[in-house]
């Protein structure tokens, strides 16, 4: 398929990709591409926040760029990139607009899903359309369920031999400025399948009522659903990484904790090039320069040391959850889930502790809108709402204690 005959948003005026997006070549490219768009997108970041103007030109660059694509399997003809370099380019992007960070985070978990559970022709046919630059959005919560998995979009077959599915969905982040729509769906006996259409498909309807205090221009607003015929070739029976032993869950959790990373390294690097350049130094400390502060170096340390912690242990993770793909066992599934529940804890902790110590160092005039370093705080506090981390503490504790594996689903 062509990336002429999938469609934009009708509620915004989006240029096609005139050309295919770039194929990046290795490793190092993806992350010298994706530090040298961090650069771009930090320049217009505060302004955005501020006007809630969703970021569409920022993301056809990043879409384009290649980036969304670095994890095809090389047979496929992509990258096949290792978690570590996909951390990577989430924490750079992440750290210059937190939006931005995530607007990606589902396109990679539909790309880990297809490679888990979709028969080779439909890897072929979604794996070429990221290739070719095709976003991938999300229809995957509900409001209002007995808890997160209790869902009720429904998929039924249809007289021609496809399927229909009818529901509402929210925090659909992303989905308003993709072009494809992967909607989780549960069928007669409970199991979730994945039904993915094209953004314009009837009976779709994407609105964007994302209110949140942070993560503004995430677009993660609703999704209806009524009588959206989905082809069979477009459903992907995704009950089945859960019901063997796959890395699809810490895949989905790691993704997470990569982009609170991007948020705590954000707000550190805000908070020093605050400081260096308008902090004054206590009148009780007989110094001339804040930066001279024992106090605030011993702060600012302490916030390094916690970053650089999360980020070894989330590159552990990274180094698991490759493991896992290679060797699908129990044991290393488990291990990949473990290292990425101690990655989450340690990064939601560490981008929250930064959003709010940067306060504290700058001094009051950094609470002026001018500056709008406010957004560090809101984006890691919405975000790092994805999922408590006291659950995250309970898995490895229970481990630890009681030698109890993990469950595998998308939240542990």
């Known amino acids: 398929m062509s990336l002429s005959s999938i469609a934009e948003p009708e509620q ?4 096609q990709p005139a050309r295919p997006a770039t194929r990046v070549a290795s490793e190092a490219d993806a992350v010298a591409a994706a530090t040298a768009l961090a650069a771009e997108f930090r320049r217009g970041a505060v302004a955005r926040d501020r006007e809630r103007r969703l970021p569409i030109e920022e993301l056809y660059a990043y879409s384009q760029s290649g980036l969304w694509a670095i994890t095809v399997p090389r047979q496929y003809g992509g990258l096949g990139a290792s978690h570590r370099t996909v951390a990577q380019v989430f924490k750079l992007i992440a750290a210059a607009d937190g939006s931005l960070g995530q607007l990606p985070q589902n396109h990679f978990v539909i790309l880990a899903h297809l490679a888990l559970d979709a028969s080779p022709a439909q890897q072929r046919f979604f794996f070429d359309l990221a290739l070719s630059g095709a976003r991938f959005g999300n229809a995957f919560s509900e409001r209002g369920g007995k808890h997160v998995a209790d869902f009720k979009t429904l998929i039924t077959a249809a007289d021609d031999g496809g399927h229909v599915v009818n529901g509402e969905k929210f ?12 909607i989780v769906t549960v069928d007669s006996d409970g199991r979730p399948h994945l039904a993915v259409v094209p953004r314009d498909t009837p009976g779709l309807t994407v609105i964007n009522d994302w209110s949140g205090f942070g993560q503004r221009t995430t677009a993660s607003g609703t999704v209806r659903l009524e009588q959206v015929r989905v082809p ?3 459903v992907v029976p995704i009950w089945k990484a859960f019901d063997r032993p796959t890395a699809a869950g810490a895949i989905s959790q790691f993704i997470q904790a990569a982009i609170d990373a991007g948020l705590a390294r954000g707000a550190l690097d805000d908070t020093l090039d605050y400081v260096r350049r ?3 130094p206590w009148i009780d400390s007989g110094l001339e320069k804040a930066t001279d502060d024992p106090y605030l170096l011993q702060q600012i340390g302490d916030i390094h040391i916690r ?3 999360a980020e070894a242990v989330l590159d552990l993770a990274a180094d698991a959850i490759d493991h ?3 060797h ?3 044991h290393n599934v488990a291990q990949a889930s473990l290292l990425t529940a101690e990655a989450k804890v340690l990064t ?4 929250l502790l930064a959003s709010n110590r940067l306060f504290e160092l700058a001094g009051a005039r950094a609470t002026l809108e001018e500056h709008g370093l406010d957004r560090h705080w809101r984006n890691a506090r919405v975000h790092t709402l994805h999922d408590p981390v006291r659950w995250k503490y309970h898995i490895v504790g229970n481990h630890v204690v009681n030698g109890v594996a993990p469950p595998q689903h998308p939240w542990s």
Request: hydrophobic content about 55%; glycine content about 2%.
């Open 324 to 326: 896992a793909l290679l």
């Open 307 to 309: 970053l650089r912690a």
């Open 232 to 234: 069979a070739a477009q």
């Open 348 to 351: 939601t902790e560490v981008a």
């Open 12 to 15: 915004l005026v989006l240029s």
């Open 278 to 280: 308008h902090t004054r």
């Open 328 to 330: 699908p066992d129990q």
């Open 171 to 182: 925090f659909s982040t992303g989905a308003l400025l993709a072009h494809w729509i992967p």
